[in-house]
């Protein structure tokens, strides 16, 4: 069973950074699949960024540039640097690894 706990949301101003956090609790693969992922109010869930393997990241195309996945050393932890955010990336983060889902994290982008 594996467990993942996400952390960083908050408001921030448009233009504003944040970075999220999801860390894995649990048994865990280097080569696990991962993922964030976010859903506004009254639209689909939606892939912002993901990495299988040792293949490098792809990111949606409104996120590209000023998004960037990262992970740990120790592959426990993975995060979201968000850059130049903008109130259309307001929503609900969640982290994905492997076909386990974090809880959620709140973020809003507003002046």
Do not use: N
């Amino acid at each position: 069973q594996v467990q993942l706990v996400e952390s960083g949301g908050g408001e921030v101003e448009p233009g504003g950074s944040l970075t999220l956090s999801c860390k894995a609790y649990g048994s865990i693969f280097a080569t696990y699949s991962m993922g964030w992922y976010r859903q506004a109010p009254g639209k689909p869930r939606e892939m912002v960024a993901y990495k299988d393997g040792l293949e490098p990241p792809t990111y949606a195309d409104s996120v590209k540039g000023r998004f960037t996945l990262s992970r740990d050393t120790d592959k426990t932890t993975m995060y979201l640097h968000m850059s130049s955010l903008q109130p259309e990336d307001t929503a609900l983060y969640y982290c994905k690894l492997y076909f386990y889902w974090g809880q959620g994290t709140q973020v809003t982008v507003s002046s």
